[in-house]
């Protein structure tokens, strides 16, 4: 099943009073759950905001850098450098590559999907460690 399609369904089901929405579609199914338990007590209570470490430090980073420079995940998956633990990284800081050149993979649904340059240039950070999991449009890389 397409990413967008399961994302849009997600946008959906948050956007509508549903609490499930199962999908079957031959041998692909998805099933999206959310929680509407809606405390309706009088009773107020303030939650101290938490911060993501990880996320300050990659909007950190992702701001010492020109937006055209940044490497986006197209997808949500698990993020690899190289195509099995004992290989070889495909890149590394200070490395030149050129267009298409696979830079990472991503894990997505069992899928392995190489992630190729968009333009050419040199590796100036990568944003990301191996097994981490991404979001769609985060920041994996700077090609400069």
């Known amino acids: 099943m397409d990413i967008r399609k399961v994302k849009k369904l997600i946008e959906l089901v948050q956007a509508s009073d549903i609490s499930e929405l199962e999908i079957k579609d031959g041998e692909e199914s998805i099933r999206i759950c959310r929680n509407l338990n809606i405390d309706t007590s009088n009773k107020t209570s303030v939650v101290p905001p938490v911060t993501n470490q990880t996320e300050t430090a990659v909007a950190t980073q992702q701001a010492d850098y ?4 940044l490497l986006i995940s197209p997808m949500v998956g698990t ?6 633990p004992e290989s070889t990284p495909l890149v590394k800081v200070g490395q030149r590559v050129e267009i298409g050149d696979t830079v990472c993979i991503i894990e997505a649904m069992k899928m392995m999907n190489q992630i190729q340059a968009k333009h050419s240039g040199t590796i100036k950070a990568i944003l990301c460690h191996s097994g981490d999991a991404v979001e769609f449009d985060q920041p994996l890389m700077v090609i400069e």
């Not at 993020?79 to 099995?84: D, E, I, M, V």
């Open 79 to 84: 993020f690899y450098l190289a195509p099995s």
């Open 66 to 69: 020109d937006e055209d420079d």
